[in-house]
């Protein structure tokens, strides 16, 4: 149902913009956002879009990165933008989307294949 791209190797202050495409059936988007995970370290979220628009960011990027969906295109972005080194994670995507079950509508949530993301100093 995801798949991200985007992800690559940049030095500090640099940026980079990663793609989330969305693909299959569903009914609306209640949420989608990216997630990283840093080596040795916990799934941590860093910027959430809802379907009515509100954003929420990690305090660690914010100002920094901007997240924003193409609703023609099915595809969700992360803009990255002046880069550090504690930015190096892999980045995944995720949304939590209101499918059909049979004869009735209810949440399911997908997450993309992940991107890496190394920020050089």
């Known amino acids: 149902q995801l798949q991200a791209s985007g992800g690559g190797l940049v030095q500090a202050g640099g940026s980079l913009r990663l793609s989330c495409a969305l693909f299959g059936s569903r009914i609306s988007i209640n949420v989608m956002g990216w997630y990283r995970q840093a080596p040795g370290k916990q799934r941590e979220s860093v910027a959430t879009l809802t379907g009515g628009g509100d954003t929420v960011y990690a305090d660690s990027v914010k100002g920094r990165f901007a997240i924003s969906r193409d609703s023609a295109k099915n595809t969700m972005f992360l803009q990255m933008n002046s880069l550090k080194p504690e930015d190096t994670a892999v980045y995944y995507c995720?949304?939590?989307?209101?499918?059909?079950?049979?004869?009735?509508?209810?949440?399911?949530?997908?997450w993309g294949q992940g991107t890496l993301v190394t920020v050089s100093s």
């Open positions: 995720n949304a939590n989307l209101m499918v059909l079950y049979g004869d009735y509508v209810g949440p399911r949530d997908y």
